[in-house]
Every structure is written in structure tokens, then in C-alpha cells.
T-cell receptor, first 117, second 115 residues
Framework: GAVVSQHPSRVICKSGTSVKIECRSL??????MFWYRQFPKQSLMLMAT?????????EQGVEKDKFLINHASLTLSTLTVTSAHPEDSSFYIC?????????????FGPGTRLLVL | AQSVSQHNHHVILSEAASLELGCNYS??????LFWYVQYPGQHLQLLLK??????LVKGIKGFEAEFIKSKFSFNLRKPSVQWSDTAEYFC?????????????FGTGTRLTIIP
């Protein structure tokens, strides 16, 4: 089946620094990837839709200058949390939609736990 | 606004009991419906999905779900649960005809199976 990886799996950083999270589709091409945020014991909240070769589409209330998304290839999207603060601590999850089947099924990565001190 | 409701926040069952988890969505029109499972410490995995056709959908691990359009529901069922089914279950919806592939998730249901 389709596999999506994320790196790193967890990261601890100081307040004010930037953190980059990678999302890769390992065995399929994905023009479209999605970035979610999951708070403890809560559901996934979509942050943005990442499109290869174009600008990401951000959900209402998500600061595009704070959460920079780059989808440079058909298998890689990155999320950079700029000038991170403790309130940015969360579990960030990406998903990818397989181009070939166009079945609108998203395959999820294992997530990245971010802790900002 | 699009919303997905999962009314059961935490369900506790004994092994071999039957399971039904509720999922309702808020609007008409064509929808795609999904159930995802998140085992402890693992990532979200697709259990089953409904796009069209037979409203009774069978997924992996013995799960099934029934789409009832008139009730705006897509409840998840399993006739006999196992301890290994302990996990968080999420219902999700998107709207293909609006070019909207964004998934909206329910709040999730935590399922605990007692051996």
C-alpha cells in the first residue's frame, strides 16, 4: 500500500527558532499533500493544502507566514514552523493523495511531535 | 459549514461484544465518507471508504460501515471486537463535486476493549 513518511518524528527546539518537517510519499506521486495539526485527545485540524509547483492554500486562521509550506516535487512537501513559540507545540501530521488512482483517498504519515521550550 | 459528528467519545466493551460507532455529517449533496483508525502510538490508517454504489461497505479487519443518505449517517460496525481493536476511530468526509478534496474529521471515538 501507499506509504507516507515524516521526518523528524519528534523535535524539541527553543522558542524563536524555526523547525522544518518533511513529508514524503515513498512509493507514489502526490501532486497534493495536506498538513494537519492534532491537539491532545482531539481530532485532526487541516492547516493547509500543499500543491506541487504552486502556492499552498491555507485554512482560515492559519498564518501562512508562520507555517511555510513548500511542495517542490511530486514526492516531497515541507512545513517550516518559523519563530516557534510554546503554543506551537503540537502533533503535526501530513497526508498525501495518490495521483495515479485519483481515488481521493489520503494516506497519512506517522506524524511529528514538536515541543517548543 | 461542513461538520462531522461522532457522538460517542469513549466506548468501553468486552471482547466479543458487537460494536457500532456513530458518525453523522451536516449537509446534503454528494459526499465521500471515510473511517480511519489510529492505534496507540501509530499513524492514521484507512479502515474503509464509501464513494458510491452499495451503501454497505466492508473494510479491513472485519469492519463495515453503512451509508444511510436519509439519515446523513455512516456508522461503523464490527460484530465481534478483539482486544487489538483498542484505538481511536475517526470518521471523515469530503465533497468531491465542489472540487473540495479537503477532509473534515469528526472528533474521534476512543474505543477500549477489555480482555
Amino acid at each position: 500500500g501507499a506509504v507516507v513518511s515524516q521526518h523528524p518524528s519528534r523535535v524539541i527546539c527553543k522558542s524563536g527558532t524555526s523547525v522544518k518537517i518533511e513529508c514524503r510519499s515513498l512509493d507514489f506521486q502526490a501532486t497534493t499533500m495536506f498538513w494537519y495539526r492534532q491537539f491532545p485527545k482531539q481530532s485532526l485540524m487541516l492547516m493547509a493544502t500543499s500543491n506541487e509547483g504552486s502556492k499552498a492554500t491555507y485554512e482560515q486562521g492559519v498564518e501562512k507566514d508562520k507555517f511555510l509550506i513548500n511542495h517542490a516535487s511530486l514526492t516531497l512537501s515541507t512545513l517550516t514552523v518559523t519563530s516557534a513559540h510554546p503554543e506551537d507545540s503540537s502533533f503535526y501530521i501530513c497526508s498525501a493523495r495518490e495521483d495515479r488512482t485519483n481515488q481521493e483517498t489520503q494516506y497519512f504519515g506517522p506524524g511529528t511531535r514538536l515541543l517548543v521550550l | 459549514a461542513q461538520s462531522v459528528s461522532q457522538h460517542n467519545h469513549h466506548v468501553i466493551l468486552s471482547e466479543a461484544a458487537s460494536l457500532e460507532l456513530g458518525c453523522n455529517y451536516s449537509y446534503g449533496g454528494t459526499v465521500n465518507l471515510f473511517w480511519y483508525v489510529q492505534y496507540p502510538g501509530q499513524h492514521l490508517q484507512l479502515l474503509l471508504k464509501y464513494f458510491s454504489g452499495d451503501p454497505l461497505v466492508k473494510g479491513i479487519k472485519g469492519f463495515e460501515a453503512e451509508f444511510i443518505k436519509s439519515k446523513f449517517s455512516f456508522n461503523l460496525r464490527k460484530p465481534s471486537v478483539q482486544w487489538s481493536d483498542t484505538a481511536e476511530y475517526f470518521c471523515a468526509v469530503n465533497r468531491p463535486n465542489f472540487g473540495n478534496e479537503k477532509l473534515t474529521f469528526g472528533t474521534g471515538t476512543r474505543l477500549t476493549i477489555i480482555p
